[in-house]
């Protein structure tokens, strides 16, 4: 069956957006650190392979997953020689389909939640795929970031940072992809509700703008989004949101 990607030449959207891409390799790294030992990794939504070198390294065992055929061929051709690695062609919500129950140490997502109309219901997948103690490593699109909130103070909309339910942004059109944007304190609860504690988490892109990308060189922009990631997930300023959890109870 045709996935969405498969018609979108998701390779070329990331030409010219250097920063975002460091500024997501150098949160997915610092929280990788806090892992002491993983043997299998997960990447659900893994696409082209674009952060597979970022975890490489750290395990045993790589499991590449994307709906997208053409993606997950893309990255078959750049890591297929390496035997740790099994490309699986699923969607999220089917993935338990594809992976055994209780194999997995350690789940990564990133930019894909964005996309699951219920996230609570596929944290609940995620519990079921990880081993005791596992980790899951996710990213979302943060409903509440500087530029949004300012946007709707202007509107009038005094209480927006107080309204945690989800948000789609975007022209909505049929068989379309979602787009959603989330309140950190929702995505927080729902995997508090699944078992899940909050280790550690990093504010992303926090200086993400097209006129500063021309202005300023990328390494000093990622050499600034260093010294800013982890004193702004504090008050949740970037765009982009990156959580490590850890599932304590089933």
């Given at each position: 069956m045709t996935a969405?990607?498969?018609?979108?030449?998701?390779?070329?959207?990331w030409?010219?957006r250097?920063?975002?891409?460091?500024?997501?390799?150098?949160?997915?790294?610092?929280?990788?650190?806090?892992?002491?030992?993983?043997?299998?990794?997960?990447?659900?939504?893994?696409?082209?392979?674009?952060?597979?070198?970022?975890y490489?390294?750290?395990?045993?065992?790589?499991?590449?997953?994307?709906?997208?055929?053409?993606?997950?061929?893309?990255?078959?051709?750049?890591?297929?020689?390496?035997?740790?690695?099994?490309?699986?062609?699923?969607?999220?919500?089917?993935i338990?389909?594809k992976?055994?129950?209780?194999s997995v140490?350690?789940?990564?997502?990133?930019?894909?939640?964005?996309?699951?109309?219920?996230?609570?219901?596929?944290?609940?997948?995620?519990?079921?795929l990880?081993?005791?103690?596992?980790?899951?490593?996710l990213?979302?699109?943060?409903?509440?970031h500087?530029?949004?909130?300012?946007s709707?103070f202007l509107k009038?909309?005094?209480?927006?940072?107080l309204?945690?339910?989800p948000?789609?942004?975007?022209?909505?059109?049929?068989?379309?992809?979602?787009?959603?944007?989330?309140?950190?304190?929702?995505?927080?609860?729902?995997?508090?509700?699944?078992?899940?504690?909050?280790?550690?988490?990093?504010?992303?892109?926090?200086?993400?703008?097209?006129?500063?990308?021309?202005?300023?060189?990328?390494?000093?922009?990622?050499?600034?989004?260093?010294?800013?990631?982890r004193?702004?997930?504090?008050?949740?300023?970037?765009?982009?949101?990156?959580?490590?959890?850890?599932?304590?109870?089933?």
């Open positions: 969405h990607y498969d018609t979108y030449d998701y390779p070329s959207y030409i010219g250097e920063y975002e891409h460091e500024s997501e390799v150098m949160a997915l790294k610092e929280l990788l650190s806090i892992i002491p030992k993983i043997d299998t990794i997960l990447e659900i939504g893994a696409g082209f392979g674009r952060l597979t070198p970022s490489l390294f750290r395990a045993r065992k790589i499991l590449v997953s994307d709906p997208s055929s053409r993606l997950l061929g893309i990255a078959r051709d750049k890591f297929g020689g390496r035997k740790k690695i099994i490309f699986i062609q699923s969607k999220a919500e089917n338990l389909n992976v055994p129950r209780r140490d350690l789940i990564i997502l990133v930019r894909v939640l964005h996309h699951l109309e219920d996230p609570g219901k596929f944290f609940d997948v995620c519990s079921r990880l081993k005791k103690n596992g980790y899951l490593l990213e979302f699109a943060n409903k509440r500087l530029k949004a909130t300012f709707e009038g909309n005094i209480t927006f940072p309204d945690i339910s948000k789609k942004v975007g022209k909505q059109r049929p068989k379309c992809l979602p787009f959603l944007n989330f309140h950190p304190d929702f995505i927080k609860h729902e995997l508090t509700e699944r078992g899940f504690k909050i280790k550690e988490g990093r504010s992303v892109s926090n200086i993400r703008s097209s006129f500063l990308k021309k202005i300023v060189p990328c390494d000093s922009l990622v050499a600034i989004e260093r010294v800013l990631q004193p702004f997930y504090l008050i949740s300023f970037g765009p982009s949101i990156f959580l490590l959890a850890q599932r304590v109870r089933t």
